[in-house]
DNA sequence: AGCGCGCGTTCACGGACCGTTCACAGCGGT
DNA sequence: ACCGCTGTGAACGGTCCGTGAACGCGCGCT
């Protein structure tokens, strides 16, 4: 029953394949090198159905206890996060900033692509 | 249980899907970027039934306080608003200006749309 | 012990965004 | 024509966030 879990443990998300009881994320099957920090940020994120989840939540629930004013460690790993995803899956953004609110996972396709007028 | 509740917290309007409790507005699906009063302002008025809410009270439930006259905050962020839920739902208008008393919000058909009277 | 290295925190700078205010325009009522 | 009310663009100061760099720490290796 054990060794069966990590089969019904996963998240799965558009090219992303999540293991949060293993610490492993794919990328189109590549795995990902994150450290705790990353991956914690990536489930908690991730595991949030799309909601915003917000600074002050996201910090207890990757790093335990209350956010304390000032603190980036927050921003500093969000960004590692990211740069380590988009180098991976350069056309898709996943973590989206709500100013104010917080954070938000949802794979979108980044609009750094945006294709030149195809407009007849 | 007690993962369903945030299904419970939710305006639906139309195309619109607000969820008060996390700063998050959805257009057809897709998520809003709103500022805090922003937000604010469209909680507030999707959450009156549809009936005129004065600019003394948004003010109040909004801001916080007492609206000073003279202060043009509520104008600005309405326009903020509008501009906004146009780009996303371009055919539709929410917010209906009913000078001096107030603003009512309630999805209709915008009406931009049988422009040419000259036409003929 | 000395070294290199990955990790997490902190700092510093700059840019993006937010909220307020001002200035002017349009409109309806008197 | 005048006035009060609202729409709208722009400017400004402040806060929030992105990002590169420095620092200290623990750990494995030699």
Do not use: C, N
């Not at 492993?24 to 489930?43: C, H, K, M, N, W």
């Not at 304390?68 to 500093?76: A, E, F, L, N, Q």
Request: hydrophobic share 40%; no cysteine.
């Amino acid at each position: 029953m054990e060794a069966a879990e990590h089969l019904r443990d996963v998240i799965r998300t558009g090219a992303l394949e999540i293991h949060p009881g293993q610490g492993l994320a794919r990328a189109d099957g590549r795995a990902l090198t994150l450290s705790v920090r990353e991956f914690g940020l990536l489930v908690v994120l991730a595991g949030s159905g799309g909601t915003i989840v917000r600074r002050e939540e996201l910090y207890r629930r990757v790093w335990g206890g209350a956010l304390r004013p000032g603190d980036r460690s927050i921003d500093v790993y969000i960004h590692k996060l990211r740069t380590k995803l988009e180098e991976a899956l350069p056309e898709w953004a996943f973590i989206h900033t709500h100013v104010g609110f917080g954070y938000r996972f949802s794979p979108e396709r980044s609009r750094a692509f945006h294709i030149p007028s195809t407009d007849r």
